[in-house]
């Protein structure tokens, strides 16, 4: 696919920089998610098998290029030494000699890449510094993919670089999906907003057989054929849009599955009472915050004639109960069908993972990308600068 892995690289006694995405949630100065963390193990474990000594390069927060101390990566060395079983060396500013000075088989962390005004900018003498540090580069952080940073792009083209297994896998994965996938192929694209996902949209109704659009996008693509929802969320300026995708779809042969009943509520609170109407019933006091079964059993007869999905994005309000019915119904169909061996399953995108875990599907999709924007900006067809740097 036009970039190295690990196993193509000869690493012993050689420095390796390795840009990693351990961004992770803290709270009260202690992590709280350690995916993150737990899912970079490979990488460095790989690395240090092969003689390599790994300098870990990786941002925290936004510091915005200032030096901020509540953002240190330090919040998560206690984290990152018990995933891999070993002490871990932290340091502010590194320089090659204070590196070659370290055991080989050390793990170094180096501080906040964003501390430094220049990498989000990409400086070149940002990149230029970072070179002078390592050997080898290695990409381990597809999530940061879609920036063209001194650390994720920048470095890239001054060094021998290649993927970390993390990367590989997720690239993988993303490959089976979208680039050459068996088909059919169906697409399940929600969320609050037409207007943030027109280039996903877009790009998916040339690429896809079936695109399932739910939650408050749904809304919009009801009102675009003259269906009253009433006071639900929806982007009404948008609807000419919407009318403009359908048609694109139409001529590329994807069909769009939209819901034909839906659960409405007068107020959107947990256990608010609530009905299911048809989708073009919704009452003018009411607000569309789920999908109703009916839809459900369209959206599962998709997902049983398909080979490939792509979920990004819940159907419905699924953050508050029993609006979480129809993501969870159609999440744990996908997670059968995948564990049957019947589906290749790829899904991404924060509250896209929430709500699969909350489904308690996530274990059984094929692969669930901890990435967010990356995930979308490939999604939609993007390239993302991270990558092409390893081509």
């Known amino acids: 696919m036009g970039w190295k892995t690990l196993d193509e690289m000869e690493m012993n006694g050689k420095t390796v920089l390795v840009r ?11 992590v709280t998610d350690a995916t993150r963390i737990e899912r970079i193990v490979p990488t460095v474990t790989d690395i240090l098998a092969k003689g390599g000594k790994p300098v870990l390069l990786a941002h925290f927060d936004r510091p915005k290029g200032k030096v901020v101390p509540e953002m240190s990566l330090r919040v998560t060395l206690p984290v990152l030494e018990a995933a891999l079983g070993r002490s871990v060396e932290f340091v502010e500013r590194p320089s090659r000699a204070d590196l070659d000075a370290l055991p080989q088989n050390t793990v170094v962390l180096v501080e906040n890449t964003r501390f ?40 890239a083209h001054r060094l021998p670089s290649c993927a ?42 040339g690429k896809v057989d079936y695109l399932v659009i739910g939650g408050g996008m749904a809304n919009t693509f009801l009102a675009a054929q003259g269906i009253d929802v009433g006071k639900s969320l929806a982007e009404h ?131 669930i990308s901890t990435a967010g924007g990356a995930f979308l900006e490939w999604m939609e067809g993007k390239t993302l600068p991270g990558v092409a740097a390893l081509g």
């Not at 990693?20 to 202690?30: A, L, M």
């Not at 230029?128 to 470095?155: P, W």
């Not at 680039?179 to 949209?201: E, F, I, M, N």
């Open 20 to 30: 990693v995405d351990i961004n992770v949630p803290v709270e009260d100065g202690r």
């Open 116 to 155: 430094a005004p220049g990498e989000e900018k990409n400086d070149p003498a940002i990149a230029d510094f970072l070179a002078s540090l390592g050997d080898i580069y290695v990409n381990d952080a597809f999530s940061a993919a879609h920036r063209a940073h001194a650390s994720t792009e920048g470095v």
């Open 164 to 205: 970390g297994r993390l990367m590989a896998e997720e690239l993988g994965a993303l490959e089976a999906a979208l680039g050459k996938p068996q088909r059919p192929v169906a697409a399940v694209v929600g969320g609050a907003k037409v207007s943030t996902k027109l280039d996903l949209l877009g790009n998916l109704v």
């Open 237 to 367: 300026d948008m609807t000419g849009t919407a009318v403009e995708i359908m048609a694109k779809a139409q001529a590329a042969g994807c069909r769009i599955v939209l819901p034909v009943d839906v659960v409405v509520a007068r107020e959107f609170k947990a256990g608010a009472a609530n009905e299911t109407v048809p989708a073009n019933a919704c009452p003018a006091d009411a607000m569309i915050l789920d999908a109703g079964p009916a839809t459900v059993a369209q959206i599962e007869q998709v997902f049983a004639t398909c080979r490939t999905l792509i979920w990004n994005g819940p159907l419905g309000a699924f953050e508050i109960p029993p609006f979480d019915a129809a993501t969870n119904a159609a999440a744990a169909m996908a997670a059968a069908l995948t564990k049957a061996g019947k589906l290749i399953s790829v899904a991404g995108g924060g509250d896209t993972v929430a709500a699969l875990n909350v489904a308690g599907a996530a274990d059984d999709f094929t692969y």
